[in-house]
Each structure stands twice: as structure tokens, then as C-alpha cells.
């Protein structure tokens, strides 16, 4: 498997391959049970400005093809993350993407700029997804003209490079990356969790303390799929799949589809090595079918013209 090119570029972010884990779903104490320096990035749980204690218990459920989960990003804040986690990331020879969350376009600035500056961080994923509490509560990311707003805004205070990780709970997804294109953005993350619920029947209660949470897993594959070959139509950016990538066939089909790389979030419970058999499963993939550049085989899906759009 020797000469496989498979490193990747968003804007001038320069990874070595194209894995890497979904925010939230990994920590650093996963160092213990495989090389992080395999990775083509790291990407540790979002933070906030301030700190945060998170929604009501219980936050994670278990359903059919997945588990739906209502954390609300709880945080310790900008200045503990900036003193304590980014340097236990600094060990690694591996970019450093800081995942973000902000209750104001403001606040989504204020944090870039500060984090733009420090040079470990490589660059930032702007979690679009969270509620815009200044106006009607609605996430940033489902309103075209907030999302280009909020990413132009952060454009004009750092340059590094700035994936916006849109929602899914939107009409048309492809109206949302159009805007974020416009607005700066060097990529897009397709995409967050989807929101979802899950009842007791025998308490009648919901299984989640926030009533709904966002559902993650194998189940929401197929739609992520859809979305990436969506917003690859419309845009030249690069994309990084997340949503249900639990093997490498997972990971090739949302490549084939549109994406440029993969996060991988609900498998790294399951099985903390997921993201390094991932990585196997597609350099197999790619000596099985003769690819030698893994680029060549984005957004290769073969499609016949006249279905192409119909949807």
C-alpha cells in the first residue's frame, strides 16, 4: 500500500489524510488507545466564551440505528481551554481544528480572533448549529443571511482557515453553503446532528431531559450522503462528511458523494479504534480499485443525467 496519496487540503489547512473525529466525540484521554499522530486532524469537543453546565440528565439515549444526545455544550470556558486543553494538544504532530459555539455573531468573532492567534490552533469550525439567542432562538446555520453575516464577520478578523459545520434541520442545505462560501468560508462540515426524539412508553416521558436532542449514528447516514452530493453540487468548497461514518465504506461513499474528508463521532464509542480502521479500510479500497490519489474519487458518484436532479 506503499505511495497512496491521500493527504487533502481545506483552503491552506493541509491534512494527511482525510479522518479525523467529530467534535464531542473525542477527548485527548483517548491518547491511551491508539496514535493520534495517525490522524489527519483533531478536532476536540466545541467550547464556549463562558462557561457552561450543559442541558438536564438524561443526555444520551439509545435508539434504533443510533443514539440521540442533548449535552449543550457544556464548557469551561475560553480561558481554560486555551490553558489546558490546546496544549495537551500540542503533543501531537497532527492540526488542531477548535470547534466553537458562540450565543451572538459577536461572540463567534470575539473567540476566532483570540484563538486565531495562537499558532497551535490550525483552524476553526464554526458550529453554526447552536441557537442564535439574540433573535428568535433559531440556530445560525438556518438562515442563509445569518450564516453569511456570521462567517463574514469572522473572515474579517483572522485568516486562518474556517469550516462552518452546517445543520441539517434546514429546507435547502444548499442555500446555507452558498452563503457561507460567499461569506469566506474555506470549508463545510455536512453536517451536525439531526433533532429528534425518543419516548418511554411505559413512564410516557422522554428519554432525553431536553425533551429532543440531536440524533447521531448509522441511522442519518444515508441522508448525510444525500447532503454532501447536494451541497457538492453547488459549490467548489471543500467538504467534510459527518454524520454515521462507521467503517471505511461508510467513509468512501461520502467521499464518492461530494466530501473531501470524514468525521467520525458515534463509532468511537462503540470502538475507540474505529477512526484508525477507517483509515485502513480506505487505503484498501483504494489498492483494490487502483486509485492512487484519493482526491480523484471525490464527488465521483456515477449518476445518470437525466435523474440527476430530479429531486
Do not use: W
Request: charged share 20%.
Amino acid at each position: 500500500m506503499e505511495n497512496l496519496k491521500l493527504d487533502v487540503r481545506i483552503g491552506s489547512l493541509h491534512l494527511k489524510n482525510p479522518v479525523m473525529p467529530a467534535s464531542g466525540a473525542f477527548g485527548f484521554e483517548m491518547a491511551e488507545l491508539f496514535d493520534f499522530n495517525s490522524l489527519g486532524a483533531l478536532v476536540p469537543k466545541s467550547i464556549t466564551k463562558y462557561p457552561r453546565g450543559g442541558n438536564d440528565t438524561p443526555r444520551v439515549c439509545e435508539v434504533n440505528g443510533g443514539m440521540i444526545n442533548s449535552i449543550g455544550i457544556q464548557s469551561k470556558g475560553l480561558p481554560y481551554y486555551i490553558e489546558h486543553i490546546i496544549p495537551e494538544y500540542e503533543k501531537f504532530d497532527v492540526p488542531l481544528i477548535a470547534s466553537i459555539s458562540a450565543d451572538s455573531i459577536e461572540e463567534f468573532a470575539e473567540m476566532s480572533e483570540v484563538l486565531g492567534n495562537i499558532p497551535s490552533v490550525a483552524a476553526i469550525e464554526l458550529n453554526i448549529s447552536c441557537p442564535n439567542l439574540e433573535g428568535d432562538g433559531k440556530a445560525f446555520g438556518m438562515d442563509g443571511d445569518l450564516s453569511f453575516e456570521l462567517v463574514q464577520k469572522v473572515r474579517g478578523v483572522t485568516d486562518r482557515p474556517l469550516i462552518a459545520k452546517l445543520t441539517p434541520n434546514v429546507t435547502s442545505i444548499q442555500e446555507i453553503a452558498i452563503a457561507c462560501e460567499e461569506a469566506g468560508a474555506d470549508g463545510l462540515n455536512v453536517a451536525n446532528t439531526i433533532l429528534a426524539m425518543a419516548i418511554d412508553i411505559h413512564t410516557r416521558k422522554p428519554k432525553i431531559g431536553n425533551v429532543m436532542g440531536g440524533i447521531s449514528g448509522p441511522a442519518i447516514k444515508p441522508i448525510i450522503v444525500r447532503m454532501i452530493y447536494q451541497v457538492r453540487n453547488v459549490t467548489k468548497l471543500p467538504i467534510i462528511g459527518c454524520g454515521g461514518v462507521m467503517n471505511s465504506d461508510d467513509a468512501i461513499e461520502m467521499i464518492l458523494a461530494g466530501a473531501n474528508a470524514v468525521q467520525v463521532g458515534t463509532a468511537n464509542f462503540i470502538n475507540p479504534n474505529s477512526m484508525i480502521e477507517i483509515l485502513e479500510g480506505i487505503k484498501e479500497y483504494m489498492v483494490q480499485y487502483d486509485v492512487r490519489d484519493i482526491n480523484t474519487l471525490v464527488g465521483k458518484v456515477k449518476v445518470p443525467s437525466t435523474t440527476a436532479h430530479r429531486h
